[in-house]
């Protein structure tokens, strides 16, 4: 059975947070898609944190790819701000990708970090007070958007 391919996103003024949610085949389209929706929303601040949710997906990004991306973010002062990016994995696959990304952004003002778990993914993004069930109720929230959105 294919994932729901979902790019999406809940932003969470109160806690100065955004969460981003990725599951099933992921391609450039996507994440750029994803930003430039992201960026139009009333409540959207580039200095809030992020916690990117990779777990549920399989992201087909080149190193050409990631370049492309990274010019993307470059090109969009909207995206750009300093803050803290914890980055969600659950495969080797999904960790290489994304360390890759890191490497390739280093220059980018976005202090990363990869995660395993949700509590230190949490805590990097000083969402510790969140807890790993407020923040799985907000997943929850995003499918059931994006599924009445289909």
């Known amino acids: 059975m294919d994932i729901q391919k979902v790019a999406s996103y809940q932003i969470i003024p109160d806690k ?12 450039l389209e996507d994440l ?4 430039l929706r992201l960026v139009e929303e009333k409540d959207y601040n580039p200095i809030y944190n ?23 973010i470059e090109n969009h002062e909207k995206i750009l701000a300093t803050r803290r990016s914890a980055i969600l994995t659950l495969t080797p696959a999904q960790v290489a990708i994304t360390t890759l990304y890191i490497e390739k952004g280093r220059h ?5 970090n990869i995660f395993s778990t949700i509590e230190a993914a949490l805590d990097w ?20 958007n ?5």
């Open 146 to 150: 994006n599924s009445l959105a289909s």
């Open 108 to 112: 980018l003002p976005v202090n990363w």
């Open 16 to 27: 100065r947070l955004i969460i981003e949610f990725l599951s099933g085949n992921i391609i």
């Open 125 to 144: 993004a000083q969402q510790n007070q969140l807890k790993e069930e407020g923040y799985e109720e907000i997943l929850s929230q995003i499918r059931l």
């Open 50 to 72: 992020h916690i990117l949710d990779f777990r549920e997906a399989n992201v087909s990004l080149s190193g050409n790819n990631i370049d492309s991306y990274i010019s993307f």
């Open 32 to 35: 750029i898609n994803l930003k």
